[in-house]
């Protein structure tokens, strides 16, 4: 379907943030495929549907609406779909020997490790995205070649560098998941450059959907098997308000 016939309903409203928002009561179909609006001022938005009207832009977003002008949008980007995995312990999962010896390598709670497989290639290892990540734990070749990966697409290599690399930002960032999650989206820089979770739909997203499914699989997880974890507590995760724009 072309970009200006994609159906949309509701009405405009709120302004907030330069863009004309308002949230629906209506209920939407999840579509097949969905895409990020890339912004002059960075900012990226996750876009079920949109219109193109007289020079704007009106835009189906998560609970609403947005209107925002043509020139304002540097690129309309495809989003990387995966099907969510199911929610399973560990021991039933694929991969799952592999995802034990790095969890006790590195001293990650294997759920975690897990959660963020699932999140990046749902447990695909030829996956690839759009940034050239690849594997399971969606590594960029640089950081796989610093961590010593020679074949990326390998399980065992994948995750064993993909878990190092967690490691080394829990210890960064003295086990904030929020802050390791959304670095290992969007990178050390933008972290760094916000001192928070970047202020991206995509990567407050998906922290979001990465501690939720965490959180999940620690709850259905026997509490007699339950992995030595690097990070907070079940309670201190579960209980530790996002920061501000998460």
Do not use: W
């Not at 020679?150 to 690399?165: K, L, R, S, V, W």
């Amino acid at each position: 379907m072309s970009a200006a016939k994609r159906p949309l309903r509701g009405s405009l409203g709120t302004v907030v943030a330069g863009l004309t928002i308002t949230f629906a009561c209506a209920s939407f179909a999840t579509p097949t495929r969905a895409e990020y609006f890339v912004l002059r001022s960075g900012q990226r938005l996750h876009v079920s549907g949109y219109q193109l009207i007289d020079g704007k832009y009106r835009l189906q977003i998560e609970g609403g609406f947005a209107e925002m002008q043509a020139e304002d949008v540097v690129a309309i980007e495809p989003e990387e779909v995966f099907v969510s995995a199911p929610r399973v312990v560990t021991a039933k999962k694929p991969y799952s020997e592999l995802i034990q010896a790095a969890a006790s390598r590195y001293n990650v709670d294997a759920e975690l490790i897990a959660s963020v497989i699932a999140a990046e290639s749902n447990f695909d290892p030829k996956a690839i995205s759009r940034r050239n990540a690849r594997g399971l734990m969606q590594l960029l070749p640089q950081t796989a070649a610093r961590l010593g990966v020679h074949n990326i697409f390998d399980p065992a290599e994948n995750i064993d560098a993909g878990t190092h690399y967690l490691s080394d930002l829990l210890l960064l960032y003295k086990n904030d998941l929020a802050l390791t999650l959304a670095a290992y989206n969007a990178g050390l820089l933008r972290v760094q450059q916000y001192g928070r979770v970047p202020p991206f739909a995509e990567t407050q997203l998906y922290v979001r959907k990465v501690r939720t499914a965490y959180a999940k699989r620690k709850a259905a997880q026997p509490v007699a098997s339950k992995a030595v974890a690097a990070t907070p507590s079940d309670a201190a995760v579960m209980a530790t308000t996002p920061p501000a724009g998460s």
